[in-house]
């Protein structure tokens, strides 16, 4: 009787140990097929505007037009939504943006984008409510000399602001943003 329940014992902590690493590579955003990623832009005085993501992979896929279609919100990447956190106030494309959080989307086109910062926060990134939005921009769409596999936001700093670029595929869509 000993021997069966210390065999039990140990075979109900083995089950437990991975059952809770098994919990945790579940938890590790890292090893999704879409990985999280975070581009970040640093104005003058030190404020900043940082947009945190999960950047997806081509695999061969026709993206913009395919995956993502033209003319429809896009969560501009994968999983939750994209944040576009800002502690500096901002101008888009002539809109005001106060400092605080906010969650990043667009719509896609075949010459010409649109940016959407959206005051809804902490949804999954199909949960998209258009009565939330604060702005909606226009982005300038451009050819990129090559293939981008990976999905890629980052920001190239310019005088009082900088630009958000929005990578992939052989497309770049890129808004200026201004400190205000």
């Not at 939504?81 to 400092?99: C, W």
């Not at 719509?107 to 939005?133: A, F, V």
């Amino acid at each position: 009787m000993k021997r069966f329940t210390i065999t039990s014992l140990t075979l109900a902590l083995a089950l437990a140990a991975s059952s809770l690493a098994f919990a945790q590579d579940k938890d590790d955003k890292s090893k999704r097929p879409s990985p999280p990623a975070s581009a970040q832009c640093k104005f003058a005085d030190g404020k900043t505007v940082t947009v945190d993501y999960s950047s997806p992979r081509a695999k061969g896929r026709k993206i913009y037009g395919g995956l993502v279609p033209f003319g429809k919100e896009w969560r501009t990447g994968a999983n939750e939504a994209t944040t576009f956190v800002t502690t500096a106030d901002l101008t888009i494309g002539g809109t005001a943006v106060p400092a605080g959080s906010y969650t990043l989307y667009t719509i896609p086109g075949e010459k010409s984008w649109k940016l959407i910062i959206n005051k809804q926060t902490g949804q999954w990134g199909t949960e998209y409510d258009s009565k939330q939005d604060l702005l909606r921009a226009d982005m300038q769409g451009s050819a990129l000399p090559a293939a981008l596999e990976n999905f890629t936001i980052s920001f190239h700093e310019m005088g009082k602001g900088c630009h958000l670029y929005l990578d992939w595929e052989k497309t770049r869509a890129s808004v200026e943003i201004s400190e205000k």
